[in-house]
């Protein structure tokens, strides 16, 4: 399913956080958010999934405005894994995991033997099979964003949004959750902080600075040395990866402008 961000624009306290941003994300593409702290990545991303509503502009999931779709459908639409969506009371792995299938439950509905095979496929996709019976709140940062990326993906949403969903994670944690998005045939929106990561992860980039898309393409086409300095204010070398032939940032530390 397409996702399409039109002329979105989110103004708070007489401050525009996010400036007529249009952004498509093609049916089963994965489309990277980068940007300084403070750009509007985030912001954007509330909107889509409806946490926050645009003061301007809409939000399209295939042919419709997902303000009007009703909640139950939103959610079996778009799933989100936030910044801010972690767990305040000690349930286990396995019930968190099991959270994502709520929007297709009624009441106390119990789980399906198909639905408790989605989320035991889910906790071995993403390495946490082994925490099923642990609380979460004794596992670490890393565990604990692989648990919430699970009861995303099995929420069976058409898209999924991604707000920088390796942070505390491993570089080995963090490959494999890009990998396995890469291989999902999901709509992904991603932001990531890791230009790298992101060079490697992503279709498409879409680069925010003070609310606005300054640019947007391939990211061999965006990651380039002008617009690292113009944006980052950081001086690096962009060169090809010797694997992949895709763009690689190379920094020294004193490098910022």
Excluded at 69 to 95: C, I, K, N, Y
Excluded at 131 to 160: C, F, M, N, P, Y
Aim: overall charge neutral; hydrophobic content about 40%.
């Amino acid at each position: 399913m397409d996702l399409k961000l039109d002329e979105l624009s989110v103004v708070t306290d007489g401050k525009s956080l996010v400036r007529g941003l249009s952004l498509d994300v093609p049916d089963g593409q994965v489309v990277g958010l980068v940007g300084p702290n403070g750009s509007g990545k985030s912001t954007a991303l509330r909107c889509v999934y409806r946490a926050l509503r645009p003061s301007s502009g809409t939000v399209w999931v295939g042919e419709q405005d997902v303000t009007r779709l009703p909640m139950r459908h939103s959610a079996q639409t778009v799933a989100a894994m936030t910044q801010d969506g972690g767990v305040e009371f000690d349930f286990t792995v396995e019930e968190v995991v099991a959270l994502g299938r709520a929007p297709h439950l009624r009441g106390n509905q119990a789980l399906s033997g198909r639905e408790r095979g989605l989320c035991e496929r889910a906790m071995e996709q993403l390495d946490i099979g082994h925490l099923a019976h642990r609380g979460v709140l004794t596992l670490s940062g890393g565990e604990r964003q692989r648990v919430l990326l699970a009861r995303a993906l099995v929420q069976e949403a058409k898209i999924l949004v991604l707000d920088e969903p390796t942070n505390h994670l491993d570089v080995r944690h963090q490959i494999d959750l890009l990998s396995l998005l890469r291989g999902s045939g999901l709509t992904v929106l991603v932001v990531l902080h890791d230009l790298n990561l992101a060079a490697a992860a992503c279709d498409r980039l879409g680069v925010l600075s003070q609310g606005r898309l300054v640019a947007s393409g391939t990211p061999a086409e965006v990651l380039t040395t002008q617009l690292i300095l113009d944006t980052f204010g950081v001086r690096a070398s962009v060169v090809p990866h010797p694997l992949t032939g895709g763009p690689q940032l190379l920094y020294a530390l004193n490098s910022t402008r």
